[in-house]
């Protein structure tokens, strides 16, 4: 049995002024501490097992002796039933500690999927689209909510205010919040089903995006009116002219012409292979060059200083917006992009080529899983009588 102090009065511990321990009586074990700043706390000594334990209860004078004299009792009965306080309040600690290193928001989840997986796509762009359509759509509405109270509500408002006027848009912010919450689930930050997913959840909630979609096709150049504008942009110099003319006689995008290099170009093979890294589809293409193209190449004086074919004035890639500048200064009605429009429609109209030779030029991907499988080369002797067949459309004004 511990040893019960003389018991003292309230008056009597309040006039305890000299650093150390004293035994204040009452409860066998409590003592109050007075350090050298003078400051006053309560400690219970007591075995817990077959160990000693100095268990904190409280300031003095916020805890008052009665008090104090309360809170030891309870935990003198809470060792005599088996339990040790001090391994309990550890515990919760660890728990409480656990949780909040849990409890991210949607930003910082965001942000963690970001850098997770952001090296791994193909392009910055993909990934400044990503950072843009968050910070102006998510963030503002959900980004300081916890990841884990994320429930179907938040997710339709941050859709429902745009997904019949801007669905593209809608869409794709859907699909970025549900692989955010698939992530973090993964890393244990939440539990549960995904609110976004649209599958069996959001299609039952929202109209499909078919019917409520407004398709922008990008504006396209009538076919006979083609030659005339080559004739015309023909008589333009400069760099971003070149890279236009080069852009319709191959029938690419924009950004991959943009960022061609000589490195992709044999000339004596009459051939452009373009990396998967720079496809749309992430799968590598090969463009055989018609004569005007090859032409175009042999003005362009190559650069010691970088490996781009079409070199911006003040050095690096050609913008999007320099091509479309071209065509806006000539008062055209279209888009560079519009342009594989007008050779699809060439193809279609004025040629018996087939529609999968002029799929493949344009290298889109083969939606038709079986048709895909089977599809083993890429016809490029076919599609470069095509392509020479096309240049010389375009240079028949």
């Not at 050298?36 to 805890?63: C, E, F």
Request: proline letters at 4%; glycine letters at 6%.
């Amino acid at each position: 049995m511990p040893k019960v102090a003389r018991e003292m009065s309230a008056l009597e511990v309040s006039r305890l002024n000299i650093p150390g321990h004293y035994a204040v009586g009452g409860v066998a074990g409590l003592y109050l501490y007075i350090n050298d700043a003078n400051a006053k706390s309560w400690v219970l000594r007591l075995m817990v097992g077959l160990q000693r334990r100095h268990i904190g209860i409280g300031g003095y004078p916020t805890v008052t002796l009665a008090q104090a004299k309360e809170k030891a009792r309870k935990l003198r009965e809470e060792v005599r039933n088996g339990h040790d306080p001090i391994q309990q309040r550890k515990d919760v600690v660890s728990k409480l500690k656990a949780k909040q290193a849990s409890a991210i928001t949607f930003q910082q989840a965001a942000e963690g999927y970001l850098a997770s997986h952001g090296d791994t796509w193909r392009n910055a762009k993909h990934r400044a689209q990503w950072t843009s359509t968050l910070t102006n759509y998510v963030y503002p509405v959900i980004g300081d909510l916890l990841i884990q109270d994320i429930e179907i509500q938040q997710v339709l408002s941050v859709l429902t205010p745009i997904w019949k006027t801007k669905n593209e848009t809608a869409s794709r912010i859907r699909g970025r919040i549900e692989s955010v919450l698939d992530w973090a689930k993964a890393r244990n930050y939440r539990s549960g089903e995904n609110p976004a997913r649209w599958k069996g959840l959001l299609d039952k909630l929202l109209p499909a995006p078919s019917k409520v979609k407004v398709v922008n096709h990008h504006r396209a150049m009538a076919i006979d009116e083609a030659p005339t504008f080559i004739s015309r942009l023909r008589l333009h110099e400069g760099i971003a002219a070149l890279a236009l003319e080069f852009l319709i006689l191959c029938a690419a995008r924009s950004g991959e012409v943009r960022g061609a290099c000589w490195s992709e170009i044999d000339i004596e093979a009459r051939l452009w292979t373009i990396p998967r890294t720079r496809m749309k589809a992430g799968k590598e293409h090969r463009v055989p060059l018609n004569p005007q193209a090859i032409e175009i190449l042999s003005t362009i004086q190559k650069s010691a200083e970088t490996n781009l074919i079409f070199v911006a004035p003040k050095g690096g890639e050609l913008s999007d917006m320099t091509l479309t500048a071209v065509m806006r200064r000539m008062k055209v009605d279209a888009v560079p992009h519009g342009f594989r429009s007008t050779f699809r429609d060439w193809v279609g109209e004025r040629t018996n080529y087939p529609r999968e030779l002029a799929e493949q030029a344009l290298a889109h991907a083969i939606e038709n899983k079986v048709e895909a499988a089977y599809r083993r080369g890429d016809a490029l002797d076919k599609r470069r009588v095509m392509m020479s067949d096309w240049g010389n459309f375009l240079s028949s004004d």
